[in-house]
């Protein structure tokens, strides 16, 4: 016994010894850390201050490390990167050396390999819904229309409390889907609900797959995958419309005069060819559906309370969308010409954020930054975004929410001017889509949908807020930021104000 007993520690000692040489050769031990300390065990520990205070603690490496520091996840490092310079060296690094489809470690065990393998829903959305916006467009305001009035029902002269994230959620919800996938699946409230939940349960995989190390994730994944879950779910809702339209494109072909103009269709006509299965399509429209929804209805849920918080914020906007609809109509042309509602949209999402990161890479080899900085094959790379947005270096009063600021440097006010200052366009300083040939395909489509639901709820209802007229604070969990989940607005229905029929 003595004898097994003394090769069994021999064996743990060098185990250990072994993982303290890992350790201390470790390249990314190199880069500052903040958030806890960095020695093993302890940096684990320092993973679980993070879910609580990570703003605090990015914000304190982005003013110490002037550059590049790491942070504690639970069962991996995360290297982040500030400054105009290293935010466009990820932005030029191409996918061989930073892979942004690899920024996520847990996809590969959640989502079909056939979805991973071929992302080409993401370039759907970049080249056909963005490409047939004008042909989408009359049907979203439609649904607009519809949608506003079933979920925000108030009578003049009286004030109505809402509470705008869920309610937002399900518009924002069957919006997307008219123009996702149609009448009448769009207003299906037992679809819609899926799809606003896929989202919390894609998030939910992922915290359980990190508690667990890489060689036990693909089996956890076996028994605990929500994903897969609610991809089952949604088969049932697009099964016969699937089949149903690749029946009519095989007997009607180039004769199919009325093929839908519709996200879905832009699915199958890349789907169909490659015999994919409707499960894997199901999940791509999820996928879909969950960056369509959730940043969107945070974003126009900030952007609301704003306004009922700051009335006088809401003349100028009406005076701009009255007269962009009298000149226009209610199109795209009219949207593109609201300058203070698209202000309005940049400065909330700068402002409040999606995240606190951005821009999420995977480095696919080892690989040096510009600034000295040695990054190990397999670290994940990200841009300090809220600590970005928030720097007064960068921007003047960047503390300070300013709803018209971005309109204002369009007109010339401080050089800003120009394009730059549109609610979709990229930079350096502003990432909240990302930044190259990778940021947020579905940009265009998500500020169009929100200029129409913003527009119309400015001209038909008057807002404001309850109790001590203060808005609540932002809540942040881990990475994300996000509004109050309780934040309540009170509606009126302005009088003879309908400006949609």
Request: charged share 25%.
């Given at each position: 016994m003595?004898?097994?007993?003394?090769?069994?520690?021999?064996?743990?000692?060098?185990?250990?010894?072994?993982?303290?040489?890992?350790?201390?050769?470790?390249?990314?031990?190199?880069?500052?850390?903040?958030?806890?300390?960095?020695?093993?065990?302890?940096s684990?520990?320092?993973?679980?201050?993070?879910?609580?205070?990570?703003?605090?603690?990015?914000?304190?490496?982005?003013?110490?490390?002037?550059?590049?520091?790491?942070?504690?996840?639970?069962d991996?490092?995360?290297?982040v990167?500030?400054?105009?310079?290293?935010?466009?060296?990820?932005?030029?690094?191409?996918?061989?050396?930073l892979?942004?489809?690899?920024?996520?470690?847990?996809?590969?065990?959640i989502?079909?390999?056939?979805?991973?393998?071929?992302?080409?829903h993401?370039?759907v959305?970049?080249?056909?819904?963005?490409?047939?916006?004008?042909?989408v467009?009359?049907?979203?305001?439609?649904?607009?229309?519809?949608?506003?009035?079933?979920?925000?029902v108030?009578?003049?002269?009286?004030?109505?409390?809402?509470?705008v994230?869920?309610?937002?959620?399900?518009?924002?919800?069957?919006?997307?889907n008219?123009a996702?996938?149609?009448?009448?699946?769009?207003?299906?409230?037992?679809y819609?609900?899926?799809?606003?939940d896929?989202?919390?349960?894609?998030?939910?995989?992922?915290?359980?797959l990190?508690?667990?190390?890489?060689f036990?994730?693909?089996?956890?994944?076996?028994?605990?995958?929500?994903?897969k879950?609610d991809?089952?779910?949604?088969?049932p809702?697009?099964r016969?419309?699937?089949?149903a339209?690749?029946?009519?494109?095989?007997?009607?072909?180039?004769?199919?005069?009325?093929?839908?103009?519709?996200l879905?269709?832009?699915?199958?006509?890349?789907?169909?060819?490659?015999?994919?299965?409707?499960?894997a399509?199901?999940?791509?429209?999820?996928t879909?559906?969950?960056a369509?929804?959730?940043?969107?209805?945070?974003?126009?849920?900030?952007?609301?309370?704003?306004?009922?918080?700051?009335?006088?914020?809401v003349?100028p906007?009406?005076?701009?969308?009255?007269?962009?609809?009298?000149?226009?109509?209610?199109?795209?042309?009219a949207?593109?010409?609201?300058?203070?509602?698209?202000?309005?949209?940049?400065?909330?999402?700068r402002f409040?954020?999606?995240?606190?990161?951005?821009?999420?890479?995977k480095?696919?080899?080892?690989?040096?930054?510009r600034?000295?900085?040695?990054?190990?094959?397999g670290a994940?790379?990200?841009?300090?975004?809220?600590?970005?947005?928030?720097?007064?270096?960068?921007?003047a009063?960047?503390?300070?929410?300013?709803?018209?600021r971005?309109a204002?440097?369009?007109?010339?006010?401080?050089?800003?001017?120009?394009?730059?200052?549109?609610?979709?366009?990229?930079?350096?300083?502003?990432?909240p889509?990302?930044?190259?040939?990778?940021?947020?395909?579905?940009?265009y489509f998500?500020?169009?949908?929100?200029?129409?639901?913003?527009?119309?709820?400015?001209l038909?209802?008057d807002?404001?807020?309850?109790?001590?007229g203060?808005?609540?604070?932002?809540?942040?969990?881990?990475?994300?930021?996000?509004?109050?989940?309780?934040?309540?607005?009170l509606?009126r229905?302005r009088?003879g104000?309908?400006?949609?029929?």
């Amino acid at each position: 016994m003595d004898d097994y007993r003394q090769v069994a520690l021999a064996l743990l000692a060098a185990g250990i010894a072994t993982y303290a040489v890992r350790w201390y050769t470790d390249p990314l031990r190199a880069i500052p850390t903040v958030g806890g300390s960095s020695l093993p065990g302890l940096s684990w520990l320092a993973a679980f201050r993070m879910l609580g205070d990570c703003r605090d603690v990015l914000e304190e490496g982005y003013r110490k490390a002037h550059g590049t520091f790491k942070i504690p996840a639970l069962d991996r490092w995360m290297v982040v990167v500030s400054g105009r310079e290293l935010v466009e060296e990820l932005r030029k690094r191409g996918d061989e050396e930073l892979s942004a489809p690899g920024g996520s470690q847990e996809s590969r065990y959640i989502f079909e390999p056939e979805v991973l393998a071929d992302e080409y829903h993401v370039e759907v959305v970049k080249e056909k819904l963005t490409r047939k916006l004008p042909a989408v467009l009359p049907d979203v305001i439609d649904e607009v229309t519809v949608a506003v009035k079933d979920h925000i029902v108030t009578r003049e002269d009286e004030w109505t409390s809402v509470e705008v994230m869920p309610v937002m959620q399900k518009i924002i919800a069957r919006v997307s889907n008219r123009a996702f996938v149609g009448l009448p699946l769009c207003r299906n409230e037992e679809y819609l609900s899926l799809a606003v939940d896929f989202a919390v349960d894609f998030m939910k995989s992922v915290i359980v797959l990190r508690l667990f190390p890489g060689f036990l994730k693909p089996i956890v994944a076996l028994f605990y995958n929500l994903v897969k879950q609610d991809t089952a779910r949604a088969v049932p809702f697009l099964r016969p419309i699937i089949e149903a339209r690749q029946r009519a494109a095989v007997d009607l072909g180039e004769g199919w005069n009325d093929k839908p103009t519709d996200l879905l269709q832009f699915l199958l006509d890349k789907a169909t060819p490659k015999n994919e299965s409707v499960f894997a399509i199901a999940q791509r429209l999820l996928t879909l559906n969950f960056a369509a929804i959730h940043t969107s209805s945070n974003t126009i849920t900030h952007a609301l309370t704003h306004l009922a918080e700051e009335p006088e914020l809401v003349e100028p906007l009406r005076d701009e969308i009255e007269k962009s609809i009298a000149a226009d109509g209610w199109t795209g042309a009219a949207l593109a010409n609201m300058w203070m509602l698209d202000s309005l949209l940049r400065e909330t999402l700068r402002f409040h954020g999606i995240g606190l990161l951005a821009m999420g890479r995977k480095a696919m080899k080892d690989l040096t930054l510009r600034d000295g900085t040695h990054v190990p094959r397999g670290a994940l790379v990200q841009v300090a975004a809220y600590a970005t947005h928030h720097d007064s270096a960068l921007l003047a009063r960047a503390d300070a929410f300013d709803a018209f600021r971005y309109a204002r440097m369009r007109s010339g006010e401080g050089g800003g001017g120009g394009a730059r200052q549109q609610f979709t366009s990229t930079s350096a300083e502003y990432v909240p889509f990302g930044h190259g040939a990778h940021a947020c395909p579905g940009r265009y489509f998500a500020a169009n949908e929100l200029k129409a639901m913003l527009a119309y709820v400015v001209l038909n209802y008057d807002l404001r807020l309850g109790g001590d007229g203060a808005r609540e604070p932002d809540v942040f969990v881990a990475m994300a930021a996000v509004p109050a989940p309780t934040t309540r607005v009170l509606f009126r229905k302005r009088g003879g104000g309908s400006q949609v029929q």
